[in-house]
């Protein structure tokens, strides 16, 4: 088996990351409901943008933080696309918020 652990200080860095997305997403969801129009979409765009980017940040963090003895390395296209799922999750959860009735 291989010898594996995580990095304690990427840990809490990846938890203090999350508690900061969360905080950012629950700020945006009250600028977008309360927005119309142009505004809306544009807190929409840019809360997406930034929950998803939390999302994203957390779960790279937490995997740089896990190491193995053995070498391993991260395809940057594949690491760009895995921010997709992360920003269409978020696009979607303030989109739902932007109607009257949820």
């Not at 999350?18 to 997403?25: K, R």
């Not at 391993?72 to 989109?95: E, I, K, N, Q, Y």
Request: charged share 10%; proline share 2%; hydrophobic share 60%.
């Amino acid at each position: 088996m291989l010898d594996s652990y995580y990095s304690q200080e990427l840990v809490f860095f990846s938890i203090l990351v999350a508690v900061l997305a969360s905080y950012t997403a629950l700020n945006m969801t009250s600028r977008v409901s309360q927005s119309q129009g142009r505004a809306a979409a544009l807190w929409l765009a840019g809360g997406a943008f930034a929950m998803g980017l939390g999302i994203w940040s957390m779960h790279f963090i937490g995997m740089l933080a896990f190491a193995l003895c053995a070498r391993g390395r991260f395809d940057p296209w594949m690491t760009l696309v895995s921010f997709v799922p992360g920003l269409a999750a978020s696009w979607v959860a303030l989109h739902l918020l932007m109607r009257r009735t949820v």
